[in-house]
Nanobody
Framework: QVQLVESGGGLVQAGDSLVLSCATSGRPSRTLFMGWFRQPPGKEREFVAAMKFTNDNTYYADSVKGRFTIARDNAKNTVSLQMNSLKPEDTAVYYC??????????????????WGQGTQVTVSS
């Protein structure tokens, strides 16, 4: 079993930066994609960013492109999400997720096998 634990959320002001971290532990398993999703209040969970572990290619939702950066630290078994120029509309619970085998893409929730418990990010105006 794989465990994913997010950290780094909090309350910030518009324009601030924040770094989320996702620590992986448990039984070693194959990783194809690691992704970040978010769920704003009263809305569906949505794709934010993903990294393909075979070639380190990264993918972003249009709403965060140019402001967010996904990266990984192999030594620490972590995946991070650097979030700059935060906006009130970035307010959400942020989740990291692991996809073990290819399921057609990287931006849908049902393409991922394991999920963290989420961390709250609140951006005030």
């Amino acid at each position: 079993q794989v465990q994913l634990v997010e950290s780094g959320g909090g309350l910030v002001q518009a324009g601030d930066s924040l770094v989320l971290s996702c620590a992986t532990s448990g039984r070693p398993s194959r990783t194809l994609f690691m992704g970040w999703f978010r769920q704003p209040p009263g809305k569906e969970r949505e794709f934010v960013a993903a990294m393909k572990f075979t070639n380190d290619n990264t993918y972003y939702a249009d709403s965060v492109k140019g402001r967010f950066t996904i990266a990984r630290d192999n030594a620490k078994n972590t995946v991070s999400l650097q979030m700059n120029s935060l906006k009130p509309e970035d307010t959400a619970v942020y989740y990291c997720a692991q996809q073990r085998y290819y399921r057609g893409g990287y931006s849908q929730t049902d393409e991922y096998d394991y999920w963290g418990q989420g961390t709250q990010v609140t951006v005030s105006s």
